[in-house]
């Protein structure tokens, strides 16, 4: 069964750092991409970034880049979102999510979510 | 621009049918796409994939009531004998070369 676990959300002031991280277990981590969605307060689904099986191939919305920078260590079975110059409007529920195929495709698994809040 | 189109509310009766749209913008007509359920304070799930042809592929134990099918630009959910845990936001997602993109999101109210 696949398990996506996120983990490393909080409070954090305008223009700081965190660190996200997504676990997962229940597939053979390396053959698949996985992304980082997010859910602002009231608000739908907005993808953030996509990072391919290997690891080399990484794909960013305009929003987030400069800003945002997503990696994996395949030996650890661990998903990150690197997030610096953080605003205000960063603030949301941040989801890891598995690709089904491709790098690009639909997502198939999500996991439950941390909470993020940028704040003074 | 690739962009998905989705109604904000619907609404149907415990028991009934009701059907949901995703509309693809032009010149996107071929593209496939995935819906997914959000019940209140959950994470997102995945149901399924419909492609342009109306095939689809569902994801792990969604019930035989949620099918999915395509008319042109058009993406459909119709989920039948709707239920109390039916009422939910459902999303529809699509992709192509650097991105992936979200609809807006469709609130389903069971009355």
């Known amino acids: 069964e696949v398990h996506l676990l996120e983990s490393g959300g909080g409070l954090v002031q305008p223009g700081g750092s965190l660190r996200l991280s997504c676990a997962a277990s229940?597939?053979?981590?390396?053959?698949?991409?996985l992304s980082w969605v997010r859910q602002a307060p009231g608000k739908g689904l907005e993808w953030v970034s996509t990072?391919?099986?290997?690891?080399?191939?990484?794909y960013y919305a305009d929003s987030m880049k400069g800003r945002f920078t997503i990696s994996r260590d395949n030996s650890k079975h661990t998903l990150y979102l690197h997030m610096n110059s953080l605003r205000a409007e960063d603030t949301a529920i941040y989801y890891c999510?598995?690709?089904?195929?491709?790098?690009?495709?639909?997502?198939?698994?999500w996991g439950q979510g941390t909470l993020v809040t940028v704040s003074s | 621009q690739l962009v998905l189109t989705q109604s904000p509310s619907a609404s149907a009766s415990l028991g009934a049918s009701v059907k949901l749209t995703c509309t693809l913008s032009?010149?996107?007509?071929?593209?496939?796409i995935a819906w997914h359920q959000q019940q209140p304070e959950k994470g997102p799930r995945y149901l399924m994939k419909?492609?342009?042809?109306?095939?689809?592929i569902k994801g792990d134990g969604i019930p035989d009531r949620f099918s999915g099918s395509s008319s042109g630009a058009e993406r459909y959910l119709t989920i039948s004998s709707l239920q109390s845990e039916d009422e939910a936001d459902y999303y529809c997602?699509?992709?192509?070369?650097?991105?992936?993109?979200f609809g807006g999101g469709t609130k389903l109210t069971v009355l």
């Open positions: 999510a598995k690709g089904y195929f491709g790098v690009l495709d639909n997502l198939d698994y």
């Open positions: 229940g597939f053979t981590f390396s053959n698949y991409a």
């Open positions: 990072i391919s099986g290997s690891g080399v191939t990484t």
């Open positions: 032009s010149g996107h007509s071929s593209y496939a």
């Open positions: 419909i492609n342009s042809d109306g095939s689809h």
């Open positions: 997602q699509t992709w192509d070369t650097a991105i992936q993109v």
